[in-house]
């Protein structure tokens, strides 16, 4: 299986900052097909995931632009600019390269 | 608008079975595969089965293979994950999602249901 590993668990950010969260695979993400199944989920209290980035820097429909992605191969990275309240919440990275898909343990975003 | 509606989740004890169900609309079913992932309490996301529009394709995480059975009935819009021999492990809250990928074998969530939350206790 493909393990995804997070860092840092957990960030403490004053609002209006800027974090970034890390996400690496034990293995290539690449896709025989070229693509790369790399994808960001925030977690709000109480509330299912909501998908933020697909296929490493593809922001979902109606995600703010302060949100995004890069990477390739086994290392990613979500950027989070001008943090808002709304922001808050446990992030998550997830592999759908190949199965079984597979999550990060997930990156708590606290503020300072 | 996308919806996803889980139910069936409640409190079993450990060996015994239980079936979820999740009922779609906003969308054609029967043109997309669908998953379904578990949170334990306090934990992260663990993708548990998938499968193809026409049932064509079924994959399962090893934890849950040969006790689980995901299946689907488009003429219902529902899919459904039956659960057998079920463990204290296997409490956890249960989404479905909908995959998203043109491609079977690659995947990412969109839509998220509330989930229904399962309890395997004695």
């Known amino acids: 299986d493909v393990v995804m590993t997070q860092t840092p668990v957990s960030l403490s950010v004053s609002l209006g900052g800027q974090v970034s969260i890390s996400c690496r695979s034990s293995?290539?993400?690449?896709?025989?097909?070229?693509?790369?199944?790399l994808s960001w989920y925030l977690q709000k209290p109480g509330q299912s995931p909501q998908l933020l980035i697909y296929?490493?820097?593809n922001r979902f429909s109606g995600i703010s632009d302060r949100f995004s992605g890069s990477g390739s191969g086994t290392d990613f990275t979500l950027k989070i600019s001008r943090v808002e309240p709304d922001d808050l919440g446990v992030y998550y990275c997830g592999q759908g390269t190949q199965y079984p898909n597979t999550f990060g343990a997930g990156t708590k975003l606290e503020l300072k | 608008e996308v919806q996803l509606v889980e139910s069936g989740g409640g409190l079993v004890q450990p060996g015994r079975s239980l079936k979820l169900s999740c009922v779609a609309s906003?969308?054609?079913?029967?043109?997309?595969?669908m998953n379904w992932i578990r949170q334990a309490p306090g934990k992260g996301l663990e993708w548990v089965a998938y499968?193809?529009?026409?049932?064509?394709?079924?994959y399962y995480a090893e934890t849950v293979k040969g006790r689980f059975t995901i299946s689907r009935d488009n003429a219902k819009n529902t899919l459904y994950l039956q659960m057998t021999s079920l463990r204290s492990e296997d409490t956890a809250l249960y989404y479905c999602?909908?995959?998203?990928?043109?491609?079977?074998?690659?995947?990412?969530?969109?839509?998220w249901g509330q989930g229904t939350l399962v309890t395997v206790s004695s």
């Open positions: 296929k490493v820097s």
């Open positions: 499968i193809s529009s026409g049932s064509s394709y079924i």
């Open positions: 906003g969308f054609t079913f029967s043109n997309y595969g």
């Open positions: 999602a909908r995959h998203e990928a043109i491609t079977t074998t690659a995947n990412w969530f969109a839509y």
């Open positions: 293995q290539s993400l690449v896709h025989n097909n070229g693509n790369t199944y």
